[in-house]
């Protein structure tokens, strides 16, 4: 599944730039007064003012033996968020590993390292070993209405989860991660999970408006 584009929101654009440009060194593709763009690999991330939003969770796949480089590398740009104490997360389940850390508005971000897509690199990492944006969180009340939804607009398979609380649509190329915000919090902070309002273009293509999916042409 891929994530070919991501339209986050944000009242700090010029905050947002410095972090994403100056910060972590991601190739600035549109830089307007309420608009900025980013190459991220294979995907866009783009930010487009609004005076009111609401804080998500966005992840990067990187090459699948990068873990231990991207670690060192953004320690000497960003705060890590650890997980017991740890900075790295194994994920077992998924053949993963993951680093966490905030942009400037606190989204929660992750590079992660996907061993099931073997692919490897043995560049120093920097932001130019960043594959693409591969997972988008999307809190809601209704996994199983929201599911129905994205499904609705093209099959996708369910590849963890189920409608209680947690589920993860898509595959290791491309997730949509949908929580339940009253029944859990995002990983690894423990943070509220908003409905954040977002759009996403690829193999889906539809705007996050207030919880509902709206398909886009």
Request: hydrophobic share 30%; proline share 0%.
């Given at each position: 599944m891929k994530i070919s584009e991501v339209v986050l929101y944000s009242n700090n654009i010029q905050n947002q730039k410095q972090f994403y440009r100056d910060v972590l060194g991601f190739g600035l593709l549109l830089d307007a007064p309420d608009r900025i763009s980013f190459k991220m690999g294979n995907s866009l991330l783009t930010f487009t003012y609004k005076a009111h939003f609401k804080t998500s969770h966005l992840a990067f796949n990187i090459p699948s033996n990068q873990i231990h480089g991207a670690l060192e590398w953004l320690s000497k740009r960003v705060d890590i968020l650890s997980f017991e104490n740890k900075p790295i997360v194994d994920f077992k389940s998924w053949n993963a590993e993951s680093i966490y850390f905030y942009d400037a508005d606190l989204?929660?971000?992750e590079f992660i390292a996907?061993?099931?897509?073997?692919?490897t690199s043995h560049a120093d990492?920097?932001?130019d070993e960043v594959l693409s944006i591969s997972e988008m969180g999307m809190a809601t009340t209704n996994i199983e209405s929201l599911y129905k939804a994205i499904n609705g607009i093209r099959e996708i398979p369910l590849f963890d989860g189920d409608f209680s609380r947690f589920c993860a649509l898509g595959n290791d190329e491309g997730l949509f991660i949908l929580v339940d915000k009253?029944?859990?919090t995002w990983f690894p902070t423990g943070e509220e999970a908003y409905i954040s309002d977002f759009i996403v273009?690829?193999?889906?293509?539809?705007?996050y408006t207030n919880g509902k999916i709206k398909e886009l042409s």
């Open positions: 989204n929660i971000l996907r061993k099931n897509l073997n692919i990492f920097s932001s009253n029944k859990k273009k690829g193999d889906y293509n539809f705007a």
